[in-house]
């Protein structure tokens, strides 16, 4: 069974920097990668990074040069390095997996959520 638990959100000032971990049942970043996400309120949840099982990344405009995905294989763990965070950051952030049922289609997987607020 896929289990994301994500860990790492709270109250940061701008300027300021957090990192957000997303712990997996298994080695499943190792063979599907995974995304990050956030929604604020009253928004559509959108993409903020994405890494390939390859090391592959991608990164919302917005948030480019700024925060950083990786993982961690040996400790099936994903990180979201978020600096020089800005007030229009706050939001819940969700770490997804798309990955299959056994012998079935894909199915996205997504953590509980993490809030990260960014204020003065």
């Known amino acids: 069974q896929v289990q994301l638990v994500e860990s790492g959100g709270g109250l940061v000032q701008p300027g300021g920097s957090l990192r957000l971990s997303c712990a997996a049942s298994?080695?499943?970043?190792?063979?599907?990668?995974m995304g990050w996400y956030r929604q604020a309120p009253g928004k559509l949840r959108e993409l903020v990074a994405a890494i390939t099982s390859g090391g592959s990344t991608n990164y919302a405009d917005s948030v480019k040069g700024r925060f950083t995905i990786s993982i961690d294989n040996a400790k099936n763990t994903a990180y979201l390095q978020m600096n020089s965070l800005k007030p229009e950051d706050t939001a819940v952030y969700y770490c997804k997996i798309r990955a299959p049922v056994q012998f079935g289609p894909l199915t996205d997987y997504w953590g509980q959520g993490t809030q990260v607020t960014v204020s003065s």
């Open positions: 298994g080695r499943l970043f190792s063979l599907y990668g």
